[in-house]
């Protein structure tokens, strides 16, 4: 059965989606679902939350709330919450009881909204999903909200898709600067280490460079409504990350209207290596493996695929029982994988651990790679 | 200080103003990083050699498999994801019984219980659980099937914590009950073998038996001999109960209390239950005397704030402190249910307390807050006040008793003295659990 495991994890949800998403950019999120429901998030899917302090709060929805309906509930609270805290913008999302019961986000933040003055959005999510769909919808809002038409900056580039869930802490300076040395200007790194007011000036970026699954529907959005290219990709390595930069440049040169695929994330049918994971990250991967150590790779995503990269990096495969079987059919010499995938790698197989966050939670934060521009030879000899 | 009145919610509220029937207006939640308290995966893996298979919607599986993987037992939790359509096209049993044969297939052992928790959204649809459990028994008569309960929606009618207190019992077949072995029921943790509670057990020539003991499972079905049950948190009351409907074992409920007068009457009813004199306890409640004097003379004016997660009542320990001297200015706690009578004593006779919301979303800023230098009892009251001298237990730490009190000013003391790391400590998930985090 695909919705059965026997023993490997599932993915962060997609309500840990939209927090993390908008967890440093000032406003307030509220998950409308039981008391301590939000502990989930806050202890296995959110790295920021002993440091950094952000408004994620849960309604504690109870059952008598729930089968009467009480919407207004809700809604004061929020109204209350945001009284006190005084956020720059309200997110409001659902979980699996709220899907029961059929709640209208979208009414509920119009009247949040009406009531307080701030301005607020729903995200339609309900905790049957990954952390993936929660992302790309909060991502996507934020720039259909907040983005304003501003003039080009000359090598502006928009980040999309940055999140602790695929990357470790401190990964947005490591692309900035990334970014700097190879003579761009990171305008927005949505949304780690950024603020809601670049949000406002992405229109002005000449390319987006889209990091994870999460930033692409976002990039989507700038390219149709402020004809801004992208670019997909994680410049991992020394020699892909080169290349990468390359090719980024030569978009904004041609003025190309979308170049949507990094070609060399396609992998190789005769691999003897397997990279499971996010697929820009597994595709990125397997792209610096082939670039700075001659590896061949395939990348096998894990995760919801869409778009153009559907075809590229999977997305089929997310059950435990047809990764188990990709894997047995393949015969791989070596996995590139979470640890938690330890319990299905065949015995004969060789694991190396790079730890997911959006899989493994903190178990293995310690030991979390950085591989942005870097030296990645020592890690996968 | 800055913060509560001005608030909308305020999230502090003085003692001699408080309402005991409702301290703190209900609104949104924000839940704190401190990870000690036991959830209903931790318990469940009381049950020696139990497989615990969770249906669910992803977002709520999520927090219950990471917790069995931060505690070193993925191999014995399995999960069943349910999307969308499966609440609604009529497979909601279906789906579950073929999850869970899958399941028994693909973990390549036979565990001798599986604990079945079904959630909020498979009550609300009406789920038939007891038809779900009959057919898997009668297809595995060799596997004990319990239903357990991840229902946090619900939890204004029973708790999760105190529900799955109760079913990590569920397993036990009847047996003949054992005139010479009594249980403690429906704790995480096992009662201090120093504490008068044990030792009277013991020193009436009964055995004390308690699942967090228990090493196997042959071990865990003995459980049932138990002539007599005894609860002490209110969480376990369920547990003691239960037992008494479906083995005819007693239950007598002894809370860990804080207050000296309670304890001799818990003593008196136990000594009756158990057909023997009450023994003097004189000594031990004098070094538990002593033993709050030391840690007085150590702590001095140091302001005290206790946590409701650290004891299950809060306002009877601060009344405790407060009778000998300590400075409690602080008890966080979103509500004094069960101990009506300590929280009014506390009030009349220290109203000046300052009574915190754990959720509150106004309670996101404490740790920022300038602080005094504080001793806190608990793990939410060493981050909310941001100090490193904090008592770190959970639900009492298995303290009880005269000897529990003794204990627990020793605690204090040593807390006042020696710093403890914070973030390494609230961060482990499951108090006394095994844990990856190191």
């Known amino acids: 059965m695909k919705n059965v495991s026997g023993i490997i994890p599932c993915y962060a949800a997609d309500t840990s989606g939209v927090c993390s998403a908008l967890y440093e950019l000032g406003g307030m999120t509220v998950v409308h679902d039981a008391s301590g429901c939000n502990s989930t998030y806050s202890t296995h899917d959110e790295p920021r939350w002993y440091d950094m302090r952000s408004n994620i709060f849960i309604s504690a929805l109870t059952e008598l709330d729930a089968i009467m309906g009480n919407d207004e509930k809700l809604i004061e609270d929020t109204v209350s919450a945001a009284n006190d805290r005084a956020p720059r913008f309200i997110a409001v999302c659902g979980s699996p009881m709220p899907m029961m019961t059929g709640v209208d986000f979208d009414a509920v933040a119009a009247e949040i909204e009406s009531r307080s003055g701030i301005r607020t959005f729903a995200l339609h999510t309900n905790g049957t999903r990954s952390y993936i769909e929660g992302a790309s919808e909060a991502f996507l809002e934020l720039v259909k909200e907040y983005a304003r038409p501003c003039s080009k900056t000359e090598g502006g580039v928009a980040v999309l898709g940055l999140t602790p869930l695929d990357f470790p802490l401190g990964a947005d300076k490591e692309i900035r600067r990334w970014l700097s040395e190879n003579g761009f200007r990171c305008l927005s790194a949505l949304a780690m280490g950024d603020d809601l007011g670049s949000v406002g000036a992405l229109p002005a970026a000449e390319l987006s460079l889209v990091v994870s699954q999460t930033g692409l529907a976002a990039a989507e959005y700038l390219k149709e409504e402020y004809g801004i290219p992208y670019v997909c990709g994680v410049p991992f390595g020394k020699e892909f990350a080169v290349h990468l930069a390359a090719y980024m440049k030569d978009i904004i040169k041609q003025n190309m209207g979308c170049s949507p695929v990094m070609e060399p994330c396609c992998g190789f049918e005769d691999a003897d290596t397997v990279v499971i994971g996010e697929g820009f990250f597994a595709g990125s991967l397997t792209a610096a493996l082939r670039e700075d150590m001659n590896i061949k790779a395939l990348p096998l995503c894990t995760l919801p695929a869409y778009g153009p990269f559907k075809s590229l990096i999977g997305g089929e495969i997310s059950a435990e029982e047809d990764i188990k079987a990709f894997l047995e059919e393949k015969k791989p010499g070596t996995v590139i994988a979470d640890p938690l995938f330890r319990y299905i790698v065949p015995k004969e197989t060789r694991l190396i651990e790079v730890p997911h966050f959006a899989f493994s939670g903190r178990c293995f934060q310690r030991d979390m790679k950085n591989m942005i521009n870097t030296d990645i030879k020592e890690y996968f000899k | ?438």
């Open chain 2, 1 to 438: 200080m800055t913060g509560g009145r001005s608030h909308d919610k305020p999230e502090y509220i003085r003692l001699g103003e408080a309402d005991r029937s409702a301290l703190f207006s209900s609104g949104l939640e924000y839940n704190p990083p401190a990870r000690g308290m036991w959830n209903i995966v931790h318990t469940g893996m009381l049950v020696p050699g139990a497989h615990e298979i969770f249906a669910c919607a992803q977002g709520c599986l999520r927090g219950v498999i990471l917790t069995a993987a931060e505690m070193l037992t993925l191999d014995r939790m399995s999960w069943i994801s349910v999307s969308e359509s499966d609440m609604f096209d009529g497979t909601l049993e279906s789906d579950i019984i073929d999850g869970v044969e899958d399941i028994l297939g693909r973990i390549g052992k036979r565990p001798p219980v599986v604990l079945l928790y079904l959630s909020c959204i498979h009550l609300f649809a009406g789920v038939d659980f007891e038809e779900i459990i009959r057919e898997l028994s009668a297809r595995h008569p060799d596997i004990t099937f319990v239903d357990c309960y991840m229902t946090p929606t619900m939890r204004k009618t029973v708790t999760p914590v105190m529900k799955m207190s109760s079913q990590i019992y569920g397993a036990l077949k009847p047996l003949p009950l054992n005139r010479k072995a009594v249980g403690i029921v429906g704790c995480d943790r096992a009662t201090d073998q120093d504490s008068e509670l044990v030792r009277m057990i013991r020193n009436s020539g009964c055995e004390y038996r308690d699942i967090a003991l228990c090493k196997s499972y042959e071990e865990y079905l003995g459980l049932a001999e138990c002539y007599l049950n005894i609860s002490c948190i209110p969480t376990g009351i369920l547990a003691g109960e239960e037992l008494e409907q479906r083995f005819g074992a007693k239950h007598l409920h002894l809370p860990a209390r804080y207050d000296p007068e309670g304890l001799r009457e818990n003593y008196r009813r136990l000594a009756e239950a158990l057909e023997i004199e009450c023994p003097d306890l004189s000594v031990e409640e004098a070094e538990a005397e002593r033993a709050l004097c030391e840690a007085r003379q150590v702590i001095g004016d140091t302001p005290v704030a206790i946590d409701y997660t650290a004891v299950t009542r809060p306002f009877e320990l601060g009344l405790l402190l407060i009778r000998h001297g300590f400075n409690v200015k602080y008890i966080i706690a979103d509500t004094a249910s069960g101990e009506e009578d300590p929280f009014d004593r506390l009030r009349a006779e220290a109203p000046d307390i300052l009574v915190y919301s754990s959720v509150n979303v106004n309670m996101l800023d404490m740790p920022e807050r300038e602080h005094e230098r504080i001793l806190a009892v608990g793990q939410k009251a060493a981050y909310y006040f941001s100090t490193d001298n904090f008592v770190d237990i959970v639900v009492n730490g298995g303290l009880y008793g005269f000897t529990g009190i003794r204990k627990l000013a020793e605690l204090m003391r040593e807390a006042a003295l020696e710093p403890k790391d914070k973030r390494r400590l609230i961060s482990h998930k499951g108090w006394g659990c095994a844990s990856c985090l190191g």
